[in-house]
């Protein structure tokens, strides 16, 4: 079956610095969703991106799909101690189904 | 809008006790899906409906767990006989129809500890 990869699985950043976390999946993917998780949260959707190569920006957060659509990033542009929490990306090949991916666990040292 | 509803948001139960999860999903949204996320396994889908059908039940662990989803605007996750292993938070999400809405939005979860 699907399977959808997050590297890293946990960082730890200073106050200031930038954060990349990079997804990819075993399969193409018709669309591509990101959530954020805070500690003791639920995931809450940030994006989605659907076209080969798209890129998105919201604020200090750039997502961008892969143009062969298997592979996803989401970077945080100097990042803030309001963004600690654990990113998740979704794929979706047919149907309703998402595949959740492992996670990158975000923390930050004020 | 309330958003997704579930309850408990907390259970404690001894194993072999029987255990239901319940949720209510966000009036208009026709597909439901209940996942299950540990520290090791991270975000599982279990099981999800479309329309209070079940289409992808591949997810289910075992026989212990059973959902049912009776009419739109409710879904019960059960597990009978549960088990320390099942201790996990439980989470509910539904989506509407179209495609500019198939963001899937989460309930608060239900956090079940089998002792």
């Known amino acids: 079956g699907q399977q959808v990869m997050q590297i890293p699985q946990y960082q730890h950043v200073q106050e200031g610095e930038d954060f990349t976390t990079y997804c990819n999946s075993s399969t193409t993917l018709s669309n591509i969703q990101w959530y954020k998780q805070r500690p003791g949260g639920h995931p809450v959707f940030l994006i989605q991106?659907?076209?080969?190569?798209e890129v998105k920006k919201q604020k200090r957060l750039t997502f961008q799909f892969g143009e062969e659509k298997k592979n996803s990033s989401l970077h945080i542009t100097a990042t803030q101690t309001t963004d600690v929490g654990t990113y998740f990306c979704?794929?979706?090949?047919?149907?309703?189904?998402?595949?959740f991916g492992t996670g990158t666990r975000l923390a930050v040292r004020p | 809008d309330a958003g997704v509803i579930q309850s408990p948001r907390h259970e404690v139960t001894e194993m072999g006790q029987e255990v239901t999860l319940r949720c209510k999903p966000i009036s208009g949204h026709n597909s439901l899906f209940w996942y299950r996320q540990t520290m090791m396994r991270g975000l599982e889908l279990l099981i999800y409906?479309?329309?209070?059908?079940?289409?992808?039940d591949s997810g289910m662990p075992e026989d212990r767990f059973s959902a049912k989803m009776p009419n739109a605007s409710f879904s019960t996750l059960k597990i009978q006989p549960s088990e320390p292993r099942d201790s996990a938070v439980y989470f509910c999400a539904s989506i509407g129809t179209s495609p500019s809405t198939d963001t899937q939005y989460f309930g608060p979860g239900t956090r079940l500890t089998v002792l």
């Open positions: 979704a794929g979706r090949g047919s149907g309703d189904k998402l595949t």
């Open positions: 991106l659907v076209k080969s190569g």
């Open positions: 409906f479309n329309n209070n059908v079940p289409i992808d």
